[in-house]
């Protein structure tokens, strides 16, 4: 079905609930620097997260568990200084929320005062629900994140699927419910089943935006390199490569290579 699209000059958390009203979906991409963007800022994506994920495509770690607030922050500083039109949302790292709700209110007005961004995201339900509330009735606006959330990694031992099983799925549901009602503006639902997600995106008002989640939801979010096909030993069933950046980089960088050792590079035309 197509949908007429608002022409939106700024994109707030109050368009992507009117987005949802509208049945418009809602584009979501990473970005950790300035560049990246900027590129797109411009091509007009309703909302950027600087995912803990740099964690991974930006550092080389293994998992989001290392990456630090000060880290999350400078990633946040790169991409407010390049957008004019979305909205830009900042993850809370693993270890600057979870101990208690004084904690992660601190943690979340740093990223809000130091970085410029608009929101922040937390992974998980009922757990954290003290500190999603400290921070909501500060006045910053809090995405959730349900079903598989990487910063408990270590508890689920692998990334597969998650609430496949009835428990699991009542507790997901559950959790849901309680962000919208605890006043969150969104919620990101990762790697669930597509019936699961969609029943979840149809029970609420507020935007559920999907990673593995099916099409069902309210918008999608990907992991920018993993689309462009920088990381190409990263291959899950939902995600679609609109590129494959690692061999077009790696073929530029060896003619490179090659015009600097034959010495093709500079010409006359490249030089002063
Ligand atoms: O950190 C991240 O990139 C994320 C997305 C996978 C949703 O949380």
């Not at 809602?26 to 995912?51: E, N, Q």
């Not at 970085?115 to 909501?136: N, P, Q, R």
């Not at 790696?250 to 006359?268: C, G, L, R, T």
């Amino acid at each position: 079905m197509s949908v007429a699209k608002k022409d939106y000059k700024r994109i707030t958390v109050k368009s992507l609930i009117e987005m949802k009203a509208n049945s418009e979906k809602i584009s979501m991409l990473t970005a950790y620097d300035y560049t990246m963007a900027k590129i797109i800022d411009t091509a007009g994506i309703d909302v950027i997260l600087v995912g803990d994920s740099a964690s991974n495509v930006m550092a080389g770690h293994e998992t989001t568990l290392p990456i630090t607030l000060d880290q999350m922050i400078y990633h946040a500083q790169s991409v407010i200084r390049a957008i004019k039109r979305c909205l830009v949302v900042v993850d809370l790292p693993f270890g600057s929320y979870q101990s208690d709700p004084k904690e992660a209110l601190r943690s979340a007005i740093r990223i809000m005062k130091e970085s410029g961004g608009h929101a922040v995201k937390m992974e998980g339900g009922k757990e954290i629900k003290d500190s999603i509330k400290k921070i909501l009735n500060a006045g910053i606006p809090v995405m959730g994140h349900l079903g598989l959330t990487p910063q408990s990694i270590y508890k689920f031992g692998t990334y597969t699927v998650r609430a496949k099983e009835e428990q699991e799925a009542k507790k997901l549901k559950e959790d849901a419910l309680m962000l919208q009602k605890l006043g969150c503006f969104a919620i990101v639902l990762e790697k669930v089943p597509a019936n699961l997600a969609k029943e979840v995106a149809e029970s609420l008002t507020i935007p559920v935006i999907g990673i593995g989640a099916g099409n069902g939801v309210d918008g999608q979010v990907l992991v920018t390199h993993d689309m462009l096909g920088m990381t190409h030993e990263f291959n899950p069933r939902f995600l679609r490569r609109y590129m494959d950046l690692f061999n077009g980089m790696s073929n530029a960088f060896s003619q490179y290579i090659d015009d600097v050792k034959s010495q093709d590079f500079p010409n006359e035309n490249e030089q002063y």
